[in-house]
């Protein structure tokens, strides 16, 4: 397949987050007729991540992730761009990394390797099974892809998902001085936090916070009994200390369950590429023992996530070109 043909026939391989058995077996036959010692290291029951390396050992490792955000949209292409789910993020950056790690082979570079993760677009299951892998220890760089511009990160923002949950009395609507509810209390705690005046670092930037999923009530004429909402904090400063802006805001009037959380990360610096900061998180934080983290890739992040994903054709040939040019780089620094 050629570099475009391979990117689609991802794209049309349905892997929402939890689905990602049909594009994990895809990889493994594919890699496995490449010539590549495959590995599948399961997750959860028909979710496992693919590692590819060859008889040498893994030094540099290319990584991204196999899951994307619903719906799927199929492939369509122009003579410009690829359009569909996960082509920028990150169907086209695990075809641009298997041709880099292919040329890289070719040109006598043998201890390459490639690792493509489940559940990244949630929590991040994947890669925390992965970073106790036995490969981890071997590998010097991890050249993880995100879409980037093409431009290599030098930092990324922290995360903090976290749930609020209220809970009142069930009453007719027609008696509301009967019930409590909770839909009320939920929206008296978001609106504060929606004005919270959230840090800054200089060269993080800004913090910044989203109500990304509300849940509550049964009917209009029934008073709520329970209400939540699921908010993300793209975090510039310490977990720690957003923990406790939350904590200090919610004060006791519900509760809060912290699913996931990591600080922000800067990342190793390679000369002669273009950088960026970027405002999303990755798997790196959760791949602390695959050596040092570098963060490039194809396509633009405000593509991602969209009805209108795409990859453009040129961007996907330069990155191919930029992840050798970092693994020949990498190489021969380690």
Not at 240 to 248: F, L, R, T
């Amino acid at each position: 397949m050629t570099l475009f043909e391979l990117t689609r026939n991802l794209i049309n391989i349905p892997s929402l987050t939890g689905d990602e058995f049909a594009v994990a077996q895809f990889l493994t036959s594919y890699l496995n007729q490449l010539g590549y010692q495959v590995e599948t290291q399961e997750v959860e029951r028909n979710r496992f991540n693919v590692i590819a390396t060859t008889k040498a050992p893994a030094r540099i490792v290319f990584s991204t992730h196999l899951d994307t955000v619903p719906p799927l949209i199929p492939a369509s292409e122009d003579e410009v761009n690829i359009h569909g789910r996960g082509s920028c993020d990150a169907k086209g950056i695990i075809a641009a990394q298997i041709f880099a790690a292919e040329r890289l082979r070719s040109e006598g570079f043998q201890e390459v390797g490639l690792l493509f993760t489940v559940d990244e677009e949630l929590s991040s299951k994947g890669a925390q099974l992965a970073n106790h892998h036995p490969l981890a220890s071997q590998c010097r760089y991890l050249i993880n892809g995100e879409p980037t511009d093409n431009k290599l990160a030098i930092g990324t923002k922290g995360s903090m998902r976290f749930i609020i949950r209220t809970q009142g009395t069930p009453a007719h609507s027609a008696y509301p001085e009967v019930g409590d509810s909770a839909i009320e209390k939920l929206l008296d705690v978001l609106n504060d936090l929606r004005n919270v005046d959230w840090p800054t670092d200089s060269f993080f930037g800004e913090t910044t916070c989203n109500i990304g999923v509300i849940n509550a009530g049964t009917r209009p004429n029934v008073i709520p009994a329970a209400a939540t909402a699921e908010l993300q904090v793209r975090v510039t400063v310490s977990v720690d200390e957003a923990k406790k802006i939350v904590d200090q805001t919610v004060a006791g009037r519900a509760s809060v369950e912290y699913a996931s959380a990591h600080d922000p990360v800067k990342l190793f610096y390679v000369r002669g590429f273009e950088e960026t900061i970027v405002r999303f998180t990755t798997d790196i934080p959760y791949l602390s023992n695959w050596g040092q983290a570098v963060l490039l890739g194809p396509g633009s992040i405000l593509d991602a996530h969209t009805d209108h994903e795409r990859i453009s054709k040129r961007e996907l040939e330069k990155a191919v070109d930029l992840y050798v040019k970092l693994g020949q780089r990498l190489l021969k620094e380690s």
